[in-house]
C-alpha cells in the first residue's frame, strides 16, 4: 500500500470515528486507538506535505493569528426568534400558527386541527452559519446582526464535532447548516481550572467562554477550546432535502452533523408542554447550559406558508426558562460563623427573581472571592441560581458603582461571641521546609464557647449520615444551645425527658420518639463516629479508610501525622488535622463523656491486614523531612547502616560511605537536632505497636473483588438508594466518587444522569443502566 492509499484510508477511518463519537454517540474504540491513528495519519501528512487536504482531520489545529475577522453577508438572514415567558404566551403562538394556516381552531364540540412541532432544547451558546460547497467547508460565520456576521472559518474548523467533509453522498452543491457552537459544563469547568493555573482570564458562565473562545483572533487558542457544535437548521440550499423540519436534521446527521439527542415531535401544543416541564425539570442534569425550548413547526410547506414578520419567523418560537441570572443590588455584607468557626461572607441583596424564586441571599465563599470580584456595598451586581445551587454572585458592574460604595470589612470580633477573629495559616510542608503563607479563610477562636459553633457542631453530629438522630434539626438543636441543655454533643445523652417535652414543638409522643433516637444511635460504625466529630478536612471517605485501616478508636487518636500518611488519600496536610484534633484537650474529654455516656462503637479490630508489617524502614527515611534525601538515597542509608538507631547515631564518615557529600551532611544535620531524633523514634516506635512495623508479622489479606477500582454513580435509582449501592460497592473494596475522571472503572447511570455520564462517554469509560448493575451485584 502507497503511503497515499494510506492516508486516504486513515482520513475516512478518523472521520467515521468522529461521526461515531461526536454525533451517534457511540465510540466504537477507545482514545488510545483514535490518537495512535491520529499521530499515524499527522506523520505521513509530515512526510508528504503535497498530500495535505484541508478537510483532513489534522487540519483542526489553527493557523496564524488574525489581524481582524472579515465580514460575511448572509444570503438569507439568520432571524432571532419570538419569545414566549408563559404557558398562556405559548398557547397564542398555537392559536397565530393554527389561524395563519387556515386551520380549524376547534370549539365546544370539538379540539380542532392539531399542529406537530418540532421540540429541542434551546442551547445557551452563539449561533453560526457553516457553509458547504460539494460536501467541503468553505466558511464559518458569526450571526452577527442578523444580516451581516464575521468570518471566523479558521476557528470553526477546529471544533472536533463539525465535519471539515459531508459524510455519505447525495448532499445540496451548496448546503449552508446552521447551529449553536457551545461549551459543556464540564468543557467549562476544566477550561477555567486551566486558566486559574496558568494566571489567565477565567469566564463567568459556559456562554461567555464558547463566545470569547469563537471569537479569538488566533485559532490556536480556539483550537484548545473545548468548543462543540449542534446543528439546529438550514439556512441556503440548492435543493430540498426533506418535507418536515425534523426530516432535515435526521439526514443531516446521517452526513456527519451533529444534532440535538433531545430533538422531538410534539403532535400537539399540549405535547410542547409536556417537553418543555420535562426538560425543565432535567435542566439541571444536562451536560451543557440551556436557556429555554425551541419549537418549530415541523412541516417545511407550512413554515413556507406562514412565512416571516419582519425579524422573526411566525413558525417558530422559543420558550424560556425563568431567567437564571438577573441584576440587582448588593444591599449589605454579612458574616456568618460555621462549624469549624470560619467566618463567611454573605451578600445581603435587594430581593430579585431568579429562576423562578426571590432571591434576597447569595453566598461569598470567602474574602478571596470579595477581592477577585472587585465588590464593594452599593454595587449592582449580577446573581446566578442554577436548580437547588445556592445562589452565586458572578459579576459585578463596575459602571453603575455609586459614589457612596463601601469596601467589605471583616468583622475584628466573631458577630456571635465576641471572640478574636483571624485569618488562617496555610502550612505547607516539604522536603526540610515549612512554608506558611495567609489562608482564604478567617475563624473565630472561641470555639465551642461559640453559640453558633456549638450549634454547627451538634448539627452535624446528629446528622443522617454521622450519629442519624432522628428528631433533632436545626431549629430543636438550637433550642437546646440556647436553653443551656446542651454544651457539646456528649450532653446529648444526658437529655431527660423533662428537658425535652418543654421546647417548642415537642409533645409526649416526639419527646419519647426523640430519647428512644438518641438511645439509638449509641451503637455506631467506628467510620460513622470518626466523621460526626467534625474533624476538619475528614469527610466520610476519609473516616472510612481510617476506620478500616487502623481498626480503633485509640489507633486513630493516637496516630502521629507520619503513620497517618501510610493510609490511602490521606495527606500529610489532613494528617496534621486529625492528629491535632485528638491532641486537643477539649474534644478529648467530650470523646471520653461520649464512651462513659454509652457509645459502644462498632466494626473495631486490629489493623487491616494490608498494612501489617507494610512498611519499610528506607520508606520511612524517605518521609522524613531531609532535604536531598528521597527514596534513593533512603534505600543506600538503610542498606549501608541497618537501623534507625545505627543511621541516628552516625558519624560524616559512615554516611559518606552511603551517600554523596551534600546528602550525608544533611542527614547528619538533622539528626543533631534532638526533636526530629525523638520524632523517628517515635514514629517507628508506634509502627511497631500497631503492627506495621517491617520486622511485624505479615497478615494474609483477603482480596475483595473490586479493590483498587473507583466507580461513579450518577442519576436516580429507582429499586435502591444511591446510598445503599454505594455502601454495597464498598463492601466489595471499590472505592465510589463523586466525580469522573480517567481513573474511574465503571459508571452507573440511572434515569437523570447528566453530565457524569457525558464525561463518562467522552473518556470511553464502562456505563453501566440500574438492571445491568444489579445484575452485577447479584453475580457477586
Not at 432571591?359 to 442554577?386: F, K, S, Y
Request: net charge negative.
Amino acid at each position: 500500500m502507497t503511503d497515499a492509499t494510506r492516508i486516504l484510508e486513515l482520513r475516512a477511518e478518523l472521520d467515521q470515528h468522529n461521526y461515531r463519537y461526536h454525533v451517534l454517540d457511540e465510540p466504537s474504540i477507545p482514545d488510545a486507538e483514535y490518537d495512535r491513528l491520529f499521530r499515524e495519519l499527522k506523520a505521513l501528512e509530515a512526510d508528504h506535505p503535497n498530500l495535505i487536504t484541508p478537510d483532513s482531520p489534522t487540519q483542526r489545529v489553527g493557523n496564524a493569528a488574525l489581524s481582524a475577522f472579515t465580514q460575511v453577508r448572509h444570503e438569507i438572514p439568520m432571524l432571532s426568534l419570538g419569545n414566549a415567558f408563559e404557558e398562556v404566551d405559548l398557547r397564542e403562538f398555537d392559536r397565530r400558527v393554527t389561524e395563519g394556516l387556515d386551520l380549524p381552531t376547534g370549539d365546544l364540540f370539538g379540539s380542532g386541527a392539531a399542529i406537530h412541532y418540532s421540540c429541542e432544547p434551546k442551547l445557551d451558546g452563539l449561533a453560526v452559519s457553516l457553509l458547504y460547497q460539494d460536501g467541503a467547508l468553505v466558511r464559518g460565520a458569526t450571526r452577527g446582526d442578523g444580516t451581516t456576521g464575521e468570518d471566523i472559518s479558521v476557528n470553526v474548523r477546529t471544533i472536533r464535532n463539525v465535519p471539515l467533509k459531508l459524510h455519505g453522498s447525495g448532499w445540496p452543491p451548496v448546503l449552508e447548516v446552521r447551529g449553536e457552537v457551545f461549551m459543556s459544563k464540564a468543557g467549562f469547568e476544566r477550561l477555567n481550572a486551566s486558566q486559574m493555573e496558568v494566571g489567565g482570564k477565567t469566564f463567568a458562565n459556559p456562554r461567555n467562554a464558547a463566545a470569547g473562545s469563537l471569537r479569538q483572533l488566533d485559532s490556536k487558542i480556539t483550537a484548545s477550546r473545548p468548543l462543540e457544535f449542534c446543528c439546529y437548521g438550514i439556512g441556503q440550499v440548492t435543493q430540498d432535502i426533506a418535507t418536515t423540519h425534523t426530516g432535515n436534521l435526521e439526514q443531516l446527521k446521517q452526513w456527519g452533523m451533529p444534532i440535538s439527542r433531545e430533538l422531538k415531535v410534539a403532535e400537539n401544543i399540549e405535547q410542547c408542554l409536556e417537553y418543555y416541564h420535562d426538560i425543565g425539570a432535567r435542566r439541571t442534569q444536562l451536560p451543557y447550559e440551556i436557556d429555554g425550548v425551541v419549537f418549530k413547526v415541523n412541516s417545511l410547506a407550512a413554515q413556507r406558508e406562514l412565512g416571516f414578520r419582519a425579524r422573526e419567523p411566525r413558525w417558530a418560537i422559543a420558550h424560556k426558562f425563568p431567567a437564571m441570572e438577573e441584576l440587582t443590588e448588593l444591599l449589605d455584607v454579612e458574616f456568618q460563623v460555621g462549624r469549624t468557626g470560619a467566618v463567611t461572607p454573605v451578600a445581603r441583596l435587594k430581593p430579585v427573581k431568579v429562576a423562578g424564586v426571590t432571591v434576597a441571599n447569595a453566598t461569598l465563599h470567602n474574602m478571596d472571592e470579595v477581592a477577585r470580584l472587585g465588590l464593594m456595598i452599593g454595587d449592582t451586581v449580577i446573581i446566578r441560581r442554577a436548580g437547588d445551587v445556592i445562589p452565586q454572585v458572578m459579576q459585578v458592574v463596575t459602571e453603575r458603582r455609586p459614589e457612596n460604595a463601601r469596601l467589605v470589612h471583616v468583622p475584628e470580633t466573631c458577630p456571635v461571641c465576641g471572640s478574636h477573629v483571624e485569618r488562617t495559616q496555610l502550612i505547607k510542608r516539604s522536603k526540610g521546609k515549612q512554608t506558611v503563607s495567609e489562608g482564604a479563610v478567617y475563624r473565630c477562636v472561641g470555639r465551642l464557647a461559640c453559640g453558633a459553633q456549638l450549634k454547627q457542631a451538634i448539627i452535624h453530629f446528629v446528622s443522617r449520615r454521622a450519629m442519624d438522630i432522628d428528631g433533632l434539626g436545626e431549629k430543636s438543636v438550637e433550642q437546646l444551645v440556647d436553653e443551656g441543655l446542651v454544651s457539646s454533643p456528649a450532653d446529648l445523652y444526658t437529655l431527660q425527658f423533662d428537658d425535652v417535652v418543654k421546647l417548642e414543638g415537642f409533645a409526649e409522643v416526639s419527646s419519647n420518639n426523640l430519647l428512644k433516637a438518641i438511645e439509638d444511635s449509641k451503637r455506631p460504625s467506628l467510620a460513622r463516629f470518626i466523621y460526626a466529630l467534625g474533624i476538619p478536612d475528614v469527610g466520610e471517605e476519609t473516616a472510612k479508610v481510617l476506620a478500616r485501616s487502623l481498626g480503633s478508636l485509640q489507633r486513630v487518636s493516637e496516630a502521629l501525622p507520619q503513620v497517618l500518611t501510610y493510609l490511602p488519600d490521606v495527606g500529610l496536610e489532613v494528617a496534621f488535622e486529625i492528629h491535632s484534633f485528638f491532641e486537643d484537650p477539649h474534644n478529648r474529654t467530650v470523646i471520653q463523656q461520649l464512651l462513659e455516656r454509652g457509645l459502644q462503637l462498632q466494626e473495631e479490630g486490629e489493623v487491616h491486614p494490608e498494612y501489617a508489617a507494610s512498611t519499610t524502614l528506607a520508606g520511612m527515611i524517605a518521609k522524613l523531612d531531609i532535604s536531598s534525601v528521597g527514596p534513593t538515597g533512603a534505600e543506600k542509608l538503610v542498606a549501608k547502616l541497618g537501623s534507625l538507631n545505627a543511621i541516628i547515631a552516625a558519624d560524616g564518615i559512615d554516611l559518606r560511605q552511603a551517600l554523596n557529600t551534600r546528602q550525608a551532611e544533611a542527614v547528619r544535620e538533622y539528626f543533631k537536632q534532638p526533636h526530629h531524633a525523638e520524632t523517628a523514634r517515635a514514629v517507628e516506635a508506634q509502627l511497631q505497636a500497631f503492627g506495621m512495623h517491617w520486622a511485624s508479622e505479615k497478615k494474609a489479606v483477603e482480596g475483595l473483588p473490586l479493590a483498587g477500582q473507583t466507580w461513579v454513580l450518577t442519576g436516580s435509582l429507582e429499586q435502591m438508594s444511591r446510598d445503599e449501592a454505594k455502601q454495597k460497592l464498598e463492601a466489595l473494596g471499590a472505592k465510589v466518587s463523586g466525580s469522573v475522571s480517567a481513573k474511574t472503572h465503571t459508571v452507573v447511570a440511572g434515569p437523570g444522569a447528566g453530565s457524569k455520564l457525558a464525561k463518562a462517554s467522552e473518556l470511553g469509560i464502562k456505563v453501566l443502566d440500574e438492571e445491568q448493575f444489579l445484575k452485577f451485584l447479584a453475580s457477586m
